[in-house]
């Protein structure tokens, strides 16, 4: 079986390329999907991204 090559992508791309909807995060040049908070962490996090009005 052979590997796909991946490219690496700088921030300044990772900035251009991401998308409005999902959570990205951009580790070592590689973009990694993150899954959404559950439990307590998502009742955090709905609590900052009002308080930090994202």
Known sequence: MAQAILKL???DEFLEWKPETGHYELHEGAIVE???PTG???VVAG???IEFGF
Do not use: A, G, I
């Open 40 to 42: 307590k962490h998502s």
């Open 47 to 49: 609590f900052q991204t």
């Open 34 to 36: 993150m899954p959404n």
């Open 9 to 11: 992508m700088t921030f």
